[in-house]
């Protein structure tokens, strides 16, 4: 069965889809409604990098909908340190489980995965590849504040040279006709074949060091952390930690509606003064991963979601 | 010049492999690509830049006693994929060799991204390469999707 390795595996249409799901699932994720579409089912959770939203994230949509879940546990105490090859430890959770929740230092590793297993696999994020379950859940919320995905403007702004929940984010956006803008220090420019695939698709794309004044036209701010653990050089990490600090002074002139997004965790990169503002969404972002996670599962264990959850589900 | 003339640069070989039709300038890398190198025994002669009715410049590799093997020819797809392969035995063309670059190189080379999951080589997946442009050469890793540096592929041969 196929799974989710990058968002070129969904069609507009499947994704559109899978947020309609998402949205329906919303009263199953806040607990207030029990639903066990996906009883009798496990996920196996492999995680090869630490992870706290995606996995328990995973953990929790997985439980809401009345399946279980294995994990993979500490890798340092998992086989792997014995030296075990990734395609023996996909033989080994696909024996085990329905579907497998996957991350990995590695790029490639999930298709890799994919190619060996017979259940299907979420990519939870690649290296510094790809993370199409953080872009469907980053989708819903945007979708949620603006109503579309369609012809919006969205900044995407800190390390986007490294960071793979941008990759996965640009290439769908610009698939919805979403205009962006780059804005990152010079030594965190987004990949260069990256931003020539998005312009043969037609992208309109700008990149920028100047994040602040790209922000007034934004529909969209999505920030990101500059990933210390990407950085093999100390001092080329300081020369870039710190670049932008958006403060609740910087949104003076932004549009009504316009909302920062994160994918968290943040370091110093969105100061506590935005919280407060109509504008931050990344709380909701974070909890709207259960919900597309839920959708996602779902989808990819061929189990539909009823039209109408209110009438199928129970109380809890 | 004729073609004729460009073949006879070099002495005529009694046996081994003509390589023609080499896109100028590109013999060295043809020669990296099959790991001959200087500590090669068997004798090699190499012309660059000769004229070509087909090609404008062209580049010319003989190597004497030593008969290509298909996965040589794999590897020769990479760097020269229009190249003429011909054996030569008592002084004859033996036989023609065709170069067939498909859609894609599965364990010829591995992935050159330093961070992909096949650079750990004890994985027993193939490794392999879908070719996304052939004019020029463009590769991208099937597992990591990495655009190839072609520079770096003689260095990544399996």
Same mark, same amino acid.
């Given at each position: 069965?196929?799974?989710?390795?990058?968002?070129?595996?969904?069609?507009?249409?499947?994704?559109?889809?899978?947020?309609?799901?998402?949205?329906?699932?919303?009263?199953?994720?806040?607990?207030?409604?029990?639903?066990?579409?996906?009883?009798?089912?496990?996920?196996?959770?492999?995680?090869?990098?630490?992870?706290?939203?995606?996995?328990?994230?995973?953990?929790?949509?997985?439980?809401?909908?009345?399946?279980?879940?294995?994990?993979?546990?500490?890798?340092?105490?998992?086989?792997?340190?014995?030296?075990?090859?990734?395609?023996?430890?996909?033989?080994?959770?696909?024996?085990?489980?329905?579907?497998?929740?996957?991350?990995?230092?590695?790029?490639?590793?999930?298709?890799?995965?994919?190619?060996?297993?017979?259940?299907?696999?979420?990519?939870?994020?690649?290296?510094?590849?790809?993370?199409?379950?953080?872009?469907?859940?980053?989708?819903?919320?945007?979708?949620?504040?603006?109503?579309?995905?369609?012809?919006?403007?969205?900044?995407?702004?800190?390390?986007?040279?490294?960071?793979?929940?941008?990759? %996965?984010?640009?290439?769908?956006?610009?698939?919805?006709?979403?205009?962006?803008?780059?804005?990152?220090?010079?030594?965190?420019?987004?990949?260069?074949?990256?931003? %020539?695939?998005?312009?043969?698709?037609?992208?309109?794309?700008?990149?920028?060091?100047?994040?602040?004044? %790209?922000?007034?036209?934004?529909?969209?701010?999505?920030?990101?952390?500059?990933?210390?653990?990407?950085?093999?050089?100390?001092?080329?990490?300081?020369?870039?930690?710190?670049?932008?600090?958006?403060?609740?002074?910087?949104?003076?002139?932004?549009?009504?509606?316009?909302?920062?997004?994160?994918?968290?965790?943040?370091?110093?990169?969105?100061?506590?003064?935005?919280?407060?503002?109509?504008?931050?969404?990344?709380?909701?972002?974070?909890?709207?991963?259960?919900?597309?996670?839920?959708?996602?599962?779902?989808?990819?264990?061929?189990?539909?979601?009823?039209?109408?959850?209110?009438?199928?589900?129970?109380?809890? | 010049?004729?073609?004729?003339?460009?073949?006879?640069?070099?002495?005529?070989? *009694?046996?081994?492999?003509?390589?023609?039709?080499?896109?100028?300038?590109?013999?060295?890398?043809?020669?990296?690509?099959?790991?001959?190198?200087?500590?090669?025994?068997?004798?090699?002669?190499?012309?660059?830049?000769?004229?070509?009715?087909?090609?404008?410049?062209?580049?010319?590799?003989?190597?004497? +006693?030593?008969?290509?093997?298909?996965?040589?020819? +794999?590897?020769?797809?990479?760097?020269?994929?229009?190249?003429?392969?011909?054996?030569? *035995?008592?002084?004859?063309?033996?036989?023609?060799?065709?170069?067939?670059?498909?859609?894609?190189?599965?364990?010829?080379?591995?992935?050159?991204?330093?961070?992909?999951?096949?650079?750990?080589? *004890?994985?027993?997946?193939?490794?392999?390469?879908?070719?996304?442009?052939? +004019?020029?050469?463009?590769?991208?890793?099937?597992?990591?999707?990495?655009?190839?540096?072609?520079?770096?592929?003689?260095?990544?041969?399996?």
């Amino acid at each position: 069965m196929a799974g989710l390795i990058t968002m070129d595996d969904l069609t507009n249409e499947q994704i559109l889809e899978i947020l309609s799901d998402a949205e329906r699932l919303l009263p199953v994720a806040r607990g207030e409604l029990y639903l066990p579409l996906l009883q009798g089912r496990i996920l196996g959770n492999l995680f090869f990098e630490p992870s706290t939203r995606t996995r328990m994230s995973f953990e929790t949509a997985m439980k809401r909908l009345g399946g279980d879940v294995v994990n993979l546990g500490d890798v340092k105490t998992s086989s792997v340190v014995k030296g075990e090859t990734l395609f023996d430890t996909i033989q080994m959770v696909d024996g085990y489980t329905d579907i497998i929740a996957m991350r990995h230092p590695r790029q490639g590793a999930a298709q890799y995965a994919q190619d060996a297993a017979r259940v299907p696999i979420l990519n939870g994020g690649d290296g510094a590849g790809h993370h199409p379950t953080q872009t469907m859940l980053d989708l819903f919320t945007i979708q949620q504040a603006h109503g579309r995905l369609e012809g919006l403007k969205v900044v995407l702004a800190g390390d986007l040279r490294y960071g793979r929940t941008v990759h %996965s984010l640009s290439h769908a956006l610009v698939r919805f006709g979403c205009d962006l803008v780059f804005a990152s220090p010079d030594l965190l420019k987004m990949p260069e074949e990256i931003v %020539s695939d998005l312009r043969a698709h037609g992208a309109n794309v700008l990149e920028t060091e100047d994040l602040y004044s %790209s922000m007034a036209e934004a529909d969209v701010v999505y920030m990101t952390r500059i990933q210390k653990e990407r950085f093999a050089d100390e001092d080329e990490y300081a020369r870039c930690a710190g670049a932008y600090k958006l403060h609740a002074r910087h949104l003076a002139d932004v549009k009504q509606d316009m909302i920062v997004m994160h994918p968290l965790p943040r370091v110093d990169e969105i100061d506590p003064t935005v919280d407060a503002t109509r504008h931050a969404r990344y709380f909701e972002q974070a909890f709207n991963g259960v919900v597309a996670r839920m959708a996602l599962l779902c989808r990819l264990l061929g189990v539909t979601v009823p039209a109408d959850v209110t009438a199928e589900g129970g109380a809890l | 010049m004729s073609n004729e003339h460009s073949m006879r640069r070099v002495t005529a070989i *009694r046996n081994g492999t003509v390589i023609d039709h080499i896109p100028s300038g590109q013999a060295m890398r043809v020669l990296e690509m099959l790991g001959i190198s200087g500590e090669t025994s068997v004798p090699v002669s190499l012309v660059m830049n000769v004229p070509s009715k087909k090609m404008g410049l062209k580049d010319i590799i003989k190597v004497e +006693d030593r008969e290509l093997t298909q996965s040589e020819l +794999d590897r020769l797809a990479l760097v020269a994929p229009d190249a003429h392969v011909a054996i030569i *035995r008592a002084y004859s063309v033996a036989e023609k060799l065709t170069i067939n670059l498909g859609e894609e190189v599965v364990n010829v080379v591995r992935c050159t991204f330093s961070n992909c999951i096949t650079t750990n080589l *004890r994985e027993p997946q193939p490794h392999r390469l879908r070719v996304v442009k052939r +004019d020029p050469l463009q590769l991208r890793c099937h597992y990591c999707g990495r655009p190839q540096d072609l520079d770096e592929l003689a260095r990544n041969v399996l």
